[in-house]
């Protein structure tokens, strides 16, 4: 299978803090990276924005407990978002922040998780270094 890139000219454009935090709100699935075993592993997760935080959950998932419960917090980034299959526009929004495991306090009321499975796991980040890009078509005449 190829793909082919589209060869029309593209803007790249920084994103601010809010917009960033605004677009993370307007998906519910991400990516949380995070160090196991001195190696970085990559779970997809589901989330929400509640009160200027991630909150994100996930099945049972014995190595975010594990890297969460003992220490309280960890330092994690969660990535998140959005491009046309077709096009490539679109946008992408990294979180670095400390994560700790949170009660399931109803965030998630009438959400299902991405995978189905009943949630077992709950964690809030909260954002400290967000960035932000988004990636247009160029309008200006070459």
Not at 21 to 47: D, K, W, Y
Not at 52 to 71: D, M, Q
Request: charged share 25%.
């Amino acid at each position: 299978m190829t793909y082919d890139i589209d060869a029309r000219p593209r803007a790249l454009t920084e994103l601010s803090r809010e917009e960033s935090l605004r677009l993370l709100g307007n998906v519910g699935l991400g990516r949380i990276v995070f160090i196991s075993r001195a190696m970085p592993a990559i779970r997809l997760v589901t989330h929400v924005m509640h009160d200027g935080h991630i909150v994100a959950r996930t099945g049972y998932e014995p190595e975010i407990e594990a890297v969460l419960r003992p220490r309280g917090t960890s330092m994690v980034v969660y990535q998140a978002d959005m491009v046309d299959p077709a096009t490539h526009l679109g946008w992408n929004v990294m979180v670095t922040g400390t994560a700790a495991l949170v009660p399931d306090d109803g965030a998630f009321a009438g959400r299902q998780s991405w995978t189905g499975d009943k949630t077992a796991l709950v964690l809030r980040i909260r954002p400290e270094l967000v960035t932000g890009f988004e990636v247009t078509g160029d309008p200006s005449p070459r």
